[in-house]
T-cell receptor
Framework: SQQGEEDPQALSIQEGENATMNCSYKTSINNLQWYRQNSGRGLVHLILIRSNEREKHSGRLRVTLDTSKKSSSLLITASRAADTASYFCALNSGNTPLVFGKGTRLSVIA | GAVVSQHPSRVICKSGTSVKIECRSLDFQATTMFWYRQFPKQSLMLMATSNEGSKATYEQGVEKDKFLINHASLTLSTLTVTSAHPEDSSFYIC?????????????FGPGTRLTVL
């Protein structure tokens, strides 16, 4: 399957703690993207990391990519209740549609 | 930034009716658009690739006669769910890649929630 696999499927943390989500995949990729989706809403693009990059930061977000292990992680630091959402990794293998993982449901408890 | 819109955002219909969902790229041209379907608490699954000027490409298991796709112009793709049934109730999302040889960016519409009674 080309689909990414997120881990864990669900995560519950206290506000202020860090949240780490992982994504593993099996195919070669051009880039990997992380998206957030609030319940019943559309997707919000968070960050894109290319296959030749190892780490990227955006505000409280930190994404790593290990192409040798075919895995990526998304770290949200100092989490807030507003970060409660589902987070998906999506694989880009060239001029093809994105393939989404199953997602991690994050709950941040105030 | 580039924007993709969808209309309607929510639709409730009776079983057996047909529902048309529009996906528009508002400030860029999209020769290709993608249609995804998302069931509750599940991931987005690609249904089909909409191609301007040619037939859509459907993923395995997606009935082309049930989910009619028309890429009418460089800014508009429509998905028609024909003879909708309750099992077609889902969240439908379109996306369009930003044009350009080195563009990795896809822009997603806000989604359409279809409820078939």
């Amino acid at each position: 399957s080309q689909q990414g696999e997120e881990d864990p499927q669900a995560l519950s943390i206290q506000e202020g703690e860090n949240a780490t989500m992982n994504c593993s995949y099996k195919t070669s990729i051009n880039n990997l993207q992380w998206y957030r989706q609030n319940s019943g809403r559309g997707l919000v693009h968070l960050i894109l990391i290319r296959s030749n990059e190892r780490e990227k930061h955006s505000g409280r977000l930190r994404v790593t990519l290990d192409t040798s292990k075919k895995s990526s992680s998304l770290l949200i630091t100092a989490s807030r209740a507003a970060d409660t959402a589902s987070y998906f990794c999506a694989l880009n293998s060239g001029n093809t549609p994105l393939v989404f993982g199953k997602g991690t449901r994050l709950s941040v408890i105030a | 930034g580039a924007v993709v819109s969808q209309h309607p955002s929510r639709v409730i219909c009776k079983s057996g009716t047909s529902v048309k969902i529009e996906c528009r790229s508002l400030d860029f041209q999209a020769t290709t658009m993608f249609w995804y379907r998302q069931f509750p608490k599940q991931s987005l699954m690609l249904m089909a690739t909409s191609n301007e000027g040619s037939k859509a490409t459907y993923e395995q298991g997606v009935e082309k006669d049930k989910f009619l796709i028309n890429h009418a112009s460089l800014t508009l793709s429509t998905l028609t769910v024909t003879s909708a049934h309750p099992e077609d109730s889902s969240f439908y999302i379109c996306s369009a890649p930003f044009p350009g040889p080195n563009s990795d960016t896809q822009y997603f519409g806000p989604g359409t929630r279809l409820t078939v009674l």
